[in-house]
């Protein structure tokens, strides 16, 4: 049981185009989700929080504007990454949580964007 | 500001013998605790956790301690194997929601 999916695991594409990121919780209804940024062999860094049929709350220094954050169901979060640049190439993580006291985060496998 | 942080950056075991992984965390606050292994190229995966009450929780081949009076915690795994290698990271919850805070992570790598 909990598992998450993302979509596409890997996207290369041109600078000034938009790019969306699926993340779906599979066996299970995902009240919370979350969007990370990684890079290479550093830690994980929180860019936003999404609840389902509410604006997504986004950290310190991320742009609203430029990761746009849907979450349309308990089931699927999308990201998009707009007029994307070089800059933005990272590893993108999609975390799921259920309701509880304790909240325990389910990953997704993670997409690779490359901005040419 | 609050922190989770990790003694060493790298583990270098002989396969077979059992690895210790610690975590120092810095909000008294926290009442959650996890930890993730993470392979090359992929998204963390669950290992075990522990809450606040409980001082220690085994698992398959884990075992996690929690010391609340040094704000310590560890990821114990015994004998070892190649699949072990990996970064692991622990991280803390401390708040009504569900976000967590991360440590640097530790990089585990086991010799044959």
């Known amino acids: 049981g909990a598992v998450v999916s993302q979509h596409p695991s890997r996207v290369i594409c041109k600078s000034g185009t938009s790019v969306k990121i699926e993340c779906r919780s599979l066996d299970f209804q995902a009240t919370t989700m979350f969007w990370y940024r990684q890079f290479p062999k550093q830690s994980l860094m929180l860019m936003a929080t999404?609840?389902?049929?509410?604006?997504?709350?986004?950290e310190q220094g991320v742009e609203k504007d430029k990761f746009l954050i849907n979450h349309a169901s308990l089931t699927l979060s999308t990201l998009t990454v707009t007029s994307a640049h070089p800059e933005d190439s990272s590893f993108y993580i999609c975390?799921?949580?259920?309701?509880?006291?304790?909240?325990?985060?389910?990953f997704g496998p993670g997409t690779r964007l490359t901005v040419l | 500001g609050e922190s989770v942080g990790l003694h060493l950056p790298t583990l270098s075991v002989q396969e077979g013998d059992n690895s210790i992984i610690n975590c120092a965390y810095s909000n008294s606050a926290s009442d959650y605790f996890i930890w993730y292994k993470q392979e090359s190229g992929k998204g963390p995966q669950f290992i075990i956790d522990?809450?606040?009450?409980?001082d220690k929780r085994q698992g398959q081949r884990v075992t996690v301690l929690l010391n609340k009076t040094v704000k310590h915690l560890s990821l114990q795994i015994a004998a070892t194997q190649p699949g072990d290698s990996a970064v692991y990271f622990c991280a803390e919850n401390s708040g009504a929601n569900s976000k967590l805070t991360f440590g640097k992570g530790i990089t585990l790598s086991v010799r044959p």
């Open positions: 999404s609840n389902e049929g509410s604006k997504a709350t986004y």
């Open positions: 522990i809450r606040s009450n409980m």
């Open positions: 975390s799921a949580t259920t309701s509880g006291v304790f909240h325990t985060q389910y």
